[in-house]
């Protein structure tokens, strides 16, 4: 692992993702701090490194990647540290992969993401209160199962605080910021975990501008 990790982007819940593994790995990397819509996504440089013209990325040496989710788990598995858990066991892996594909899929891609869509950049995609409302509703029905989860679990995963909470942490966030009031468990989750040194600094690194 000799190449220095190379992140590109910053200002959004999905690039807190990366940079917050980073933090909490310790890896020495250097950030590229390329915002959304600032149109320095679509210069040819960012474009060779990922054609999407989305953030965040990451690049190692000659190894270009796109996606959060896909970037922390490669930092996960390259990074090894005492500070998170990293499933090793089979089982344990795709429990972690169940949470963080229903954190992502339900969570932000299918309510927050749209509502941001169809309310933030309704300029670009289409004003429409109608489906803000819906993915509103819905993403509060989809709290329920973490909420659940959360009543005897301190984490998603009783082993410790790893990927699928800073996924679940980046969602609630967000979903705070859209007016969102968290249930009970779910509230102690997210402030137990805005406790942690990696999270803040990683907070003031992504949000500084
Ligand atoms: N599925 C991608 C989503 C990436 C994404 O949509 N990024 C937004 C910022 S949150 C972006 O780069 N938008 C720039 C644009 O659409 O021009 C991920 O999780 O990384």
């Keep these: ?7 590109w982007g910053a200002g959004t819940a999905r690039t807190l993702r990366p940079i917050w593994m980073a933090e909490e790995l310790e890896i020495n990397y250097e950030l590229f701090p390329i915002g959304p819509r ?6 040819p440089e ?6 999407k013209q989305k953030i965040p990325a990451l690049q190692h040496g000659e190894f270009n990647l796109s996606e959060s989710l896909a970037i922390c788990r490669y930092l996960q598995k390259n990074f090894s540290s005492k500070n998170i858990y990293i499933p090793q066991d089979e089982k344990d892996i795709s429990k972690e992969d169940e949470w963080c594909n229903f954190i992502y899929g339900e969570l932000d891609e ?4 749209v509502m941001r869509r169809h309310y933030d ?14 993915c509103r509703n819905y ?3 989809q709290l329920d199962v973490v909420e659940h989860h959360l009543k005897s679990n301190q984490t998603i995963s009783k082993d410790g605080f790893g990927l699928a909470d800073i996924f679940l942490m980046t969602c609630l966030d967000w979903a705070v910021f859209y007016g969102f009031s968290l249930p009970n468990n779910i509230r102690q989750f997210h402030d137990r975990i805005a406790l ?11 949000y500084s501008n």
């Design 110 to 113: 299918t309510s927050l993401y």
């Design 1 to 7: 692992m000799a190449k220095v990790i190379k992140l």
């Design 196 to 206: 942690r040194p990696a999270y803040q600094k990683a907070m003031k690194i992504n």
């Design 139 to 141: 993403f509060i029905r």
């Design 38 to 43: 600032t149109g320095e996504t679509q210069t």
């Design 46 to 51: 960012f474009t060779k490194i990922n054609p």
């Design 121 to 134: 950049l309704k300029d670009i995609y289409g004003e429409s209160p109608i489906v803000v409302e819906a």
